[in-house]
């Protein structure tokens, strides 16, 4: 495998999460929290990423629990009259929506913004998700995996039943377009082709169906890893699969999360990141972390050994299972107690997080990405709007200084500015 | 009130935003908007019949949340076909649609046509759809969707920094709605929307409709052949609002009309058909039309306006001319409303689509039980 074609430069989505990616950067005395339902704040974030000439912003989404959280496609339908190139990716879990409704609203993405939109494909993580549709419980693992991949097919049918420029169809030959296993949809789809064709297709799953269906069918992979080297295995076990789908190692870019904590000085940003650490609430984040466990961590010392001999197996969790196992062999490797456990968990929820100056920080994305650990990063600011504005005011100038980054937006669409290929249309007219 | 001639009645006016491409969606939007309309309605399609070359129909939440940037005073109601919809999903659009537009946000909910069942198919049995295309599923959809805004109390956010609590658990509840056609447990996963229930809108086409329409509508849209027709569709709306405890105010009525402007020499063929120069009438495909003059137009508005039959009109543009046609009803017919004194001629100082409209505030569902 190739890695270091020339001239290719690194990704680099930023992932918009409330106050920030730190779970404590809400209580920052800096923060006004009320403001994550306001389209202000999230227009500034959109647009110094969009200063920052980012490929793309992504928001995530779940259909349960009290996260007070704007709708993804609806916040990026408003963030695309506010920006003019960046890309938008919206996540749509597949296990309780309408392959019909989906392919509409990307289309609809798709045409307002002008060939920046993206779909991060999820399957949704929790059994409280199918009270809210009135089902009686989540499919399990493989089911859902198999109702998504079938899902997107039909998402794509339905797409390449539009035709460039118009909106289909006079013989009415594209009818009955979208049939799988678990989907009857007859389509057409009432819009003119998308000007990217399909949206960017993301997928964030890194389970073995997660990795299957990302190596077949994903133009961008979003992943947790929480060390170089399980990055560097993640990527060629991914890129490894590329060729039994008849796919070539560029067809599919896998951006590994990076949470972090720059300043200008290594003192400055540990101080930061101390401060962080110390808004964590403690008894909450035990709670939640020993929902992993089959006992209380809270009982146990803070700064005693996590028992890992009491982690969950794999079979006894049905959400973010490979998150899991990522998790237990860091506790066990860095030999870490319940409280860095819990500080570790909670700069970033088990994605890599890093600390220091630019110069630093711009070492260590440029050894992932010169070493087949990663192909681009999804950003994750710890803190909004501060995080994002420290990354793109010290990190991506010392990437471009580098030769690592664009210097003006070049290409008309997400897709054309990641390098992917137009998909090519398949149409039955 | 009914019959009587009562002046200083608000018009109200909305618009359809109908097949036009973005550039041209945004356009209609910043006309109405300059015009003081309260809102528009961006349709929903699933249709399977051929569509037109030249109307796409832009997915209505996307739409009108990109429109939301580019307007501020405006309402933005979205259609939705409950056949083929999540409450949950729904109701969370359109609380983020109300957060930012800063309560902007409505609701026109249909039951959804049958034949549109062939873009939602399922294979397997457990997952079978739709939810019913009665008139009553409509109306368990919106009740649906009302109880999950209110499965946080307004003031349920607290963001306590000291204590390290974002929300006020007690505030936030389970709803656990069970209806015939959906149920669904909540909470929402977002805090009560600005209006605490976005208004819901229900166009009346059939009987069925109208009982709908009586329990949950704030806004119904009528489609009368005549004035007399629309008199008499009033009253049998006002009188059920009542036989569910509503106040008649709380229900507004709107009569869905096309405009087409005629000035000197350029009659066209769908009003020589029409015969309705000057006046109001059916076309072929069921559409209230009024051509005329804007003076013509104006009178006929104030007619119906002044009979009581009407709180107002939908304008629904020509498809095929409907920017150039919304542009002269906005420019011409609206000023012309505005010198009779007819239609406001200041935006209102409130953002809120329901205020905006004369519509009060729900209160918390869960509060008035406790
Ligand atoms: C960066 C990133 C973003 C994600 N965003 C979402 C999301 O918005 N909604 C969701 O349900 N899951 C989200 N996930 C979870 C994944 O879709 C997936 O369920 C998870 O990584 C566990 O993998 P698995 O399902 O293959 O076991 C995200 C994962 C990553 C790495």
């Known amino acids: 495998m190739q890695l270091n074609e020339d001239n290719r430069q690194i990704r680099l989505n930023v992932f918009i999460h409330g106050t920030g990616h730190h779970e404590a950067a809400w209580r920052h005395p800096d923060m006004q929290p009320r403001q994550t339902l306001d389209i202000s704040y999230y227009r500034h974030l959109a647009q110094v990423a969009e200063r920052g000439l980012m490929d793309s912003i992504f928001v995530s989404d779940a259909y349960f629990g009290k996260i007070n959280k704007l709708e993804a496609t609806t916040l990026l339908g408003a963030l695309s009259a506010a920006t003019s190139h960046i890309g938008l990716i919206a996540t749509v879990g597949t296990t309780y929506y309408e392959p019909y409704h989906l392919a509409r609203q990307a289309a609809t993405l798709d045409h307002i913004s002008g060939g920046r939109a993206g779909w991060n494909i999820v399957t949704g993580s929790a059994d409280e998700t199918a009270f809210n549709f009135g089902r009686a419980a989540h499919p399990e693992h493989a089911q859902r995996y198999q109702l998504a991949k079938e899902f997107v097919e039909v998402a794509k049918q339905l797409w390449d039943s539009c035709v460039e420029g118009v909106a289909v169809n006079d013989a009415g030959s594209t009818n009955g377009v979208g049939s799988t296993r678990h989907y009857e949809v007859k389509g057409p789809l009432d819009a003119p082709r998308l000007p990217q064709g399909y949206p960017v297709l993301v997928q964030a799953g890194s389970s073995e169906s997660g990795k299957a269906m990302g190596a077949e069918m994903a133009d961008v992979i979003f992943t947790a890893q929480q060390t170089f080297e399980a990055a560097r295995a993640f990527y060629t076990d991914v890129k490894g699969r590329l060729p039994a789908y008849g796919r070539k190692a560029g067809e599919l870019l896998i951006m590994p999360g990076l949470c972090p904590i720059v300043a200008d000085t290594l003192g400055e940003a540990r101080e930061l990141e101390e401060e962080l650490n110390q808004l964590v609430h403690m008894e909450d984040a035990l709670r939640r972390l020993s929902r992993r466990f089959a006992a209380d961590l809270s009982s146990y010392p803070l700064d005693g050994p996590v028992p890992l001999h009491l982690a969950k197996s794999l079979g006894e969790i049905n959400s973010l299972k490979s998150r899991q196992s990522l998790l237990l062999e860091l506790i066990e490797e860095e030999q870490m107690t319940i409280r860095q456990f819990v500080h570790r968990f909670a700069n970033g929820r088990g994605h890599y997080a890093f600390t220091g100056t630019a110069v630093q920080l711009a070492d260590e994305m440029e050894k992932w990405f010169h070493s087949g650990a990663a192909d681009g990063f999804n950003v994750m600011p710890q803190i909004f709007p501060s995080g994002l504005e420290a990354f793109v005011e010290k990190v991506i100038p010392e990437l471009q200084n580098r030769g690592l980054f664009r210097t003006a937006y070049e290409g008309a669409s997400l897709r054309e500015r990641l390098g992917l290929k137009a998909p090519a249309q398949h149409c039955k007219v | ?370």
């Not at chain 2, 076909?81 to 957060?99: C, G, I, N, Q, V």
């Not at chain 2, 229930?197 to 949950?216: E, G, N, S, Y």
């Not at chain 2, 095929?320 to 009779?340: K, M, T, W």
Request: proline share 6%.
């Open chain 2, 1 to 370: 009130m009914m019959g009587g001639k009562s002046s200083n009645r608000q018009l109200y006016m909305s618009a359809a935003v109908d097949g036009l491409n973005y550039q041209q969606c945004v356009q209609l939007a910043e006309m109405a908007e300059r015009a003081l309309l309260h809102a528009l309605i961006a349709p929903e399609s699933s249709r399977l019949e051929k569509p037109a070359p030249s109307s796409p129909v832009l997915e209505p939440f996307t739409l009108l949340a990109a429109l939301s940037a580019s307007t501020s005073t405006i309402g933005l109601i979205a259609e939705v076909h409950s056949a083929f919809y999540e409450p949950f999903h729904a109701a969370r659009k359109l609380a983020a649609l109300d957060y930012m537009s800063s309560g902007r946000a409505g609701c026109l909910t249909l039951p959804g046509q049958e034949a549109a069942a062939a873009n939602f198919g399922r294979v397997s049995k457990e997952q079978l759809r739709p939810h019913g295309y009665e008139a009553s599923a409509a109306v368990e959809f919106a009740e649906a969707m009302q109880q999950l805004w209110d499965s946080w109390d307004d003031d349920a956010l607290i963001y306590d920094k000291q204590a390290g609590m974002q929300f006020d658990e007690a505030k936030v509840r389970e709803v656990n709605y069970t209806g015939r056609y959906y149920s669904t447990r909540g909470p929402l996963n977002i805090a009560r929307p600005p209006q605490g229930h976005p208004p819901i809108v229900v166009p009346i086409r059939t009987q069925d409709d109208k009982l709908a329409a009586a329990r949950v509508a704030d806004v119904m849209i009528i489609e009368p052949n005549s004035l007399e027709e629309a008199i008499e569709l009033s009253l049998e709306l006002r009188e059920l609002l009542r036989q569910q405890g509503r106040q008649p105010e709380q229900g507004r009525i709107l009569a869905s009309l096309t405009p087409i402007a005629v000035t000197a020499g350029s009659i066209s063929e769908v009003d020589l058909r029409l015969g309705t120069v000057g006046g109001g009438g059916k076309t072929a495909r069921g559409r209230l039309c009024c051509a005329g003059t804007a003076e013509e137009i104006a009178d006929w508005i104030q007619l119906w306006h002044h009979s009581g039959a009407v709180d107002g009109f939908h304008i629904q543009p020509p498809l095929q001319a409907a920017l150039d046609s919304f542009g002269y009803f906005a420019e011409q017919v609206i000023p012309e409303l505005q010198r009779r004194g007819m239609f406001r001629q200041t935006g209102s100082s409130s953002t809120s689509l329901r205020e905006q409209l004369g519509l009060s505030r729900p209160i918390n569902q869960f509060h008035v039980i406790r």
